[in-house]
């Protein structure tokens, strides 16, 4: 017995995403007749039908919302889920959390168990892994809705919240160049995330601003606080070390701290640093730690206001994405005479 004609299918022989699709299928203001007639056609050619089990059971309510997070011992996805759960409680929803450990295979699993619990909709922060992103769709096929935030995959055409990661980290490297550094190393993440590209482009827009040249050697794939100590002792052997480290995170950036005091290298006078979302520990090392708030509580209720839009107002037209605002804390692993 043959399987039944999925969206997928359709997609596949069209040569289209499968969220095209279904957006075709619903007659999509964004999607063009041509795409539309040949997905109809196609859909009635070989007999799709659109999921019975699923779209009986998008009719009986849950009150319940999923979230995935990569992992939640960062202070910065805590504090979105604070605020997703704060505006979830208040509407009536309760707040199913899970986390991917930065694995695409555990995100996948994620998402199953969400399935299964007949989330209403889901909030989602993808991992380091993940570059197919079927999973995610087989939700939207299913009728679930999805809001991205933080981490959001430009393969889909999706609602999302984020910030302004180039602007961010243009700011914070402008912030180091001002206090009279020149070799500022960068600690950076997978340029396959979306973060990690964005925040490289606003580091190397600031060098490039500010007449210094881009040295790939000082640019290092480090974004947890262990690979931070074997980066930070690489580049500070170099023939001409950094002055200043850029970290793409916290963590990171305290790692880096660590290492230097460790090698007797004093933070801020020899080297400076600069981490990414301010979390609850940068006010609590010694020196403290300058970094880029991401404002993750706005962030999270910013995320649960638009996805229960979506769950409670199904509105068809352009997905929105909404920029948080970031800004500078300043404290003392930057202050530097100048």
């Known amino acids: 017995m043959s399987s039944p004609i999925t969206i997928k299918d359709i997609a596949k022989a069209l040569n289209i995403s499968a969220s095209t699709v279904s957006r075709a299928l619903k007659d999509h203001p964004d999607i063009s007749r041509e795409t539309k007639e040949a997905v109809n056609n196609l859909a009635a050619k070989l007999r799709y039908k659109p999921n019975a089990v699923a779209l009986s059971l998008k009719n ?84 679930v809705p999805i809001v991205f935030f933080d981490r959001a995959p430009d393969e889909l055409d999706v609602d999302r919240v984020i910030i302004d990661d180039r602007k961010a980290a243009y700011n914070a490297t402008t912030h180091l160049i001002e206090t009279g550094c020149r070799r500022i190393a960068h600690l950076s993440t997978h340029q396959t995330l979306g973060i990690g590209f964005e925040r490289l482009a606003g580091y190397r827009k600031a060098l490039e601003d500010h007449g210094i040249p881009y040295r790939e050697e000082l640019v290092v794939v480090a974004d947890s606080f262990e690979l931070a100590g074997d980066a930070t002792r690489n580049l500070m052997h170099l023939t001409s070390p950094p002055d200043a480290i850029f970290a793409v995170n916290d963590m990171t950036a305290v790692g880096a701290m660590k290492t230097l005091q460790r090698m007797s290298i004093a933070v801020p006078q020899k080297v400076a640093i600069i981490g990414f979302s301010a979390g609850f520990f940068s006010d609590i090392t010694t020196p403290t730690l300058s970094s880029v708030d991401q404002h993750g509580y706005e962030m999270g209720v910013a995320a649960a206001k638009l996805l229960l839009q979506r769950i409670e107002k199904p509105v068809e037209g352009k997905h929105k994405t909404q920029f948080i605002d970031t800004h500078l804390v300043l404290r003392e692993s930057t202050k530097r005479k100048t």
């Open 60 to 143: 009986s309510k849950t009150n319940t919302i999923g979230v995935i997070i990569p992992e939640v011992v960062h202070y910065f996805f805590s504090s979105v889920i604070s605020g997703i759960e704060d505006v979830a409680y208040e509407a009536g929803y309760n707040v199913m959390v899970c986390q991917s450990n930065e694995k695409y295979a555990r995100e996948v699993i994620n998402v199953q168990a969400l399935e299964s619990n007949r989330v209403e909709g889901a909030l989602v922060s993808v991992s380091k892994e993940t570059h197919d992103f079927s999973h995610l769709l087989n939700l939207e096929e299913n009728g």
